[in-house]
C-alpha cells in the first residue's frame, strides 16, 4: 500500500506562484499531479518518470514544472503565473515501480484569485 502525503496548496493572487510537495512510501516508478475543479473531470497536468522524463498538460507548458527526489521519493510542482483557471483540486499520483497499481492523495486546494 502507498502513502501519499502532499502540502503546499492555498490562495493566491492571478500572476502569483505556489510550490505543491507530495511524499510517497513505498516503491515508485511515475509520480505526478491530477487535478479537479468543479463542475469538469479530472485532467492530468504533470508526469514525471523515476528517470526524469516529464509530461504536461499543454494549458500548464512554460508555467509549471514538475520535478522529483528519487532519494526521498518526493514529488515537487512549482507552479508560476498562476490564473484563475488553474483553480482546483490538485492530487498526488503515483504508479508502483512494477507498473501494477495507481494511487492518487486525497488532494490539496489551489484557488487562484482574478
Known amino acids: 500500500q502507498v502513502q501519499l502525503v502532499e502540502s503546499g496548496g492555498g490562495l493566491v493572487q492571478a500572476g502569483g506562484s505556489l510550490r505543491l510537495s507530495c511524499a510517497a512510501s513505498?516503491?515508485?516508478?511515475?509520480m505526478g499531479w491530477y487535478r479537479q475543479a468543479l463542475g469538469k473531470q479530472r485532467e492530468v497536468v504533470a508526469l514525471?518518470?523515476?528517470?526524469?522524463?516529464?509530461t504536461y498538460v499543454d494549458s500548464v507548458k512554460g508555467r509549471f514544472t514538475i520535478s522529483r527526489d528519487n532519494g526521498k521519493n518526493t514529488v515537487f510542482l512549482q507552479m508560476n503565473s498562476l490564473k484563475a483557471e488553474d483553480t482546483a483540486l490538485y492530487s498526488c499520483?503515483?504508479?508502483?515501480?512494477?507498473?501494477?497499481?495507481?494511487?492518487w492523495g486525497q488532494g490539496t486546494q489551489v484557488t487562484v484569485s482574478s
Open positions: 514525471i518518470t523515476r528517470g526524469g522524463l516529464t
Open positions: 513505498g516503491s515508485i516508478y511515475t
Open positions: 499520483y503515483a504508479r508502483t515501480f512494477d507498473r501494477s497499481s495507481d494511487y
